[in-house]
């Protein structure tokens, strides 16, 4: 096992500077690495732990090579060819095919033979299965829900009837996917009335799905998560809401029912979006936002716990916010000057 | 199956406005109707769906009445009336009453006949079930523990010994009730002494609880949910807190300890109630606020992100917030030009 | 069963005042304190119901004495000896030890006799327990996990292979440890391409993980939770996250990946602290505070939806922001009164 520098080189389409037959067997980080490792450089944050690297060689930007003091593999977007190195070197455990004997498998399901379906999975009537699919331990699949091929649901993660799974997902533990979305009518002795959540969720292909993230399912009609959308961990997304293709979203994050969110978006942690909005394509949000309304152009918007702005707004808005009281006892300074004066 | 308008109208004791004999078999949305289906329109925002949509019938307010274009219920309150439709047209797969040979029962638990328990269901010594109770998959149910007649615990819930849940309750996946409170007594030496948290949950009538959200148990005495709440997903209800009847609260909410939130609340999403405090009866929050001491008037009340405040106020602070590099700016000319004149 | 006062008194070092043959049975609030009950008085937000307490004792501080009209422990930290009294009184019950025949080992773990294995639980090929460990229905363990004695893993809860799990531990049900971080390099085209998440979790001695808390594996390098470290319900932990010992973090809080958290630190409830950054030993973080950058020296800092600052300075900028508008409108009127006078 393991790469020669040269080979990564070639693969991957980088320019060496080093020994192409230097073999490397891991991944490791700049300060970490030991001889046999491929470290990267990516963020400048640590650029200073470069000149004192063990690893034996590292990824890294032209304008980062000067001081490298070991072979490097020079990429344009070192972290991407990182990734791809780290997949290489790391690879996932291969499935192991099969159906355990304390799995629990409904009428008219189909499960083709290289599944992997764990112990305690609960898979209801008429579910289907693509190729590949892998099944954790104890998670439960509910009537008629289909997954596509090579798609991961990891131990304990919760799918209700009426969801579409596309090709090649991650669904972590924890996630629930399908949960009844909130709605009620409040009745005239204060009591309040279910509103049948009678729509789906469909989830298209490549997309992960974080710990503990629930995705509600519609109303009437669908929720609906594009192709390559990544969801982190512990998000909540409301009823009917649009998720657009290659969309990332980071940790705590929670999008109220029935809002659109364009493409290639990327939300930050904590980020709260309303309902009943629109965030068009390629809109950056800072962490802990709250989207009170629609964003229709893209950009970068924060707010950090206030409504979204432009960055650059915001941040000088919250620098004024510290210098708050001290504002408002100059401005009381200046009306006593004033009425002095006159 | 399906329903005549006429029948509808007579149930819901809406006035009809079109031909009674005319069939509708489900619900959609204005937008996405095909014939044979009844829409219906509530928020303002989807009336501009209302000329072209391809319902059978719609149920709408009479103020609404004149642009619609097909027949309709004529409602007070159109959502509502909208919510039994659909619970009509689209009712629940009934029950299907048995205990899976792979669900694991303990000793002295009492299962009656009518409930459904699914496959990997866990139930503990001297669990005890009200009639027509439905346990999903891989739910686990601790020593002790009581469900009413009627409530729906979903796949992979967990009921902590301790907890009694009333009638007619929906548990979603992921939920956790039960789980110790969050308390500790800090040592000299900087370490965390544990305190016992003995206490359980005490949960009423009609209560819903959405995917992932936690319900700690009582640190002494119960937790207390009252008739009629409803919880979405992802809210943390800390030990000791008690939530009056009929009170809403909107995703990712949390709850510290020992707070007492009235009856009739509406609680937006992300809110943030500290503990040891009282929210009055009738109170509503808008989403993010963040309520640091008692509310003890009833009122709608915001802060997003800050604490909270007369809705009002709250919405001319936050424009002012956006202002705020400005307004310093002009401080600073101000302060200037008195000292040039002086 | 049930206690002297002056068995009480010698075994946690208390002043008893009173009839050191009185028996206490259970603890309780004294407010619903019956006698036979034994209550306690830290917080003095409750001093009001000590005059009319039923409990048969009280303990409480030396300045609050005089105001207790039945027997009292004395001490100096009576929340501290409340929590040993409460565990002397109400013990968890004692573990059955025996695996469940519903539970799944696979190949090559090591289960001590002394361990209690529920229904449902899967331990996965080379899982191994130290003494004594309880594992909870339908909990999943992945291959090669090591638990330590004494640790209580609940209901449902889902540990990752590649995470070691210390001593005397509690982990509640829905927690989530292993998951991947959320590491993605964006492609050219938009897409994201998945970062290998290699590394694990190392979790120490004395630890509590709160109910739907989820701690991610790291991407190179474990993410590590340091010994006696409390973790309350919904906290999310990024990949590579270090916190240290002894430090406590309240409900719905989140760490972004990278950061280094110190010792003893007590966090608020919904605190988000940014990714790549360092807080030090012995830090007090209010409620709701958003942490953008690293806080080096010991303190309490606040910052309620904006930014992290001194506690006195928020404070203080906070009022300030509730009076925003009216401080905009002042200024308007000196700037009008400047103008007008020139």
């Given at each position: 096992m393991g790469m020669t520098l040269g080979q990564l080189a070639v693969r991957y389409g980088c320019e060496l500077r080093g020994d192409p037959d230097s073999v490397v067997h891991g991944v490791a980080t700049l300060a970490s690495a030991a001889p046999g490792s491929i470290g990267f450089l990516a963020?400048?944050?640590?650029?200073?732990?470069?000149?004192?690297?063990?690893?034996t060689a590292v990824i890294l930007r032209a304008a980062d090579?000067?001081?490298?003091?070991v072979a490097m593999l020079v990429a344009q977007d070192p972290y991407a060819v990182y990734a791809r190195v780290a997949a290489e070197l790391h690879?996932?455990?291969?499935l192991r095919p099969g159906i355990h004997t304390a799995a629990v498998l409904g009428a008219a399901t189909l499960v083709p033979s290289s599944c992997q379906i764990d112990a305690g999975a609960v898979l209801a009537d008429g579910v289907s299965l693509g190729e590949r699919v892998s099944i954790g331990a104890n998670v439960v699949i509910g009537e008629g829900v289909a997954v596509g091929a090579d798609t991961r649901i990891c131990a304990g993660a919760v799918i209700y009837t009426g969801v579409r799974l596309g090709s090649r997902c991650i669904i972590h533990s924890g996630a629930v996917i399908?949960?009844?979305?909130?709605g009620f009518a409040r009745e005239r002795d204060g009591s309040q009335l279910k509103v049948p959540q009678i729509g789906g969720v469909l989830v298209g292909d490549d997309v992960e799905i974080g710990a503990c993230t629930t995705i509600d399912r519609g109303a009437i009609g669908d929720t609906f998560i594009a192709d390559g959308v990544k969801l982190d961990n512990q998000i909540q997304v409301g009823h009917n809401v649009r998720i657009g293709a290659h969309t990332v979203m980071a940790g705590q994050a929670g999008v109220s029912g029935s809002t659109t969110i364009g493409a290639r978006c990327t939300i930050g942690g904590r980020v709260a979006i309303a309902g009943h909005i629109v965030i068009a394509d390629d809109v950056v949000i800072g962490g802990g936002t709250s989207v009170p309304?629609?964003?229709?152009e893209p950009g970068i918007y924060a707010g950090g716990?206030?409504?979204?702005?432009t960055l650059q707004r915001w941040r000088r808005n919250m620098v004024r916010f510290g210098q708050l009281d001290e504002l408002a006892r100059r401005l009381r300074a200046v009306e006593k000057r004033i009425n002095r004066d006159s």
């Open positions: 963020n400048p944050v640590y650029r200073s732990q470069l000149a004192s690297t063990q690893a090579a000067a001081e490298c003091p690879p996932l455990p291969p399908g949960a009844d979305g909130f309304g629609s964003i229709l716990g206030t409504p979204a702005d």
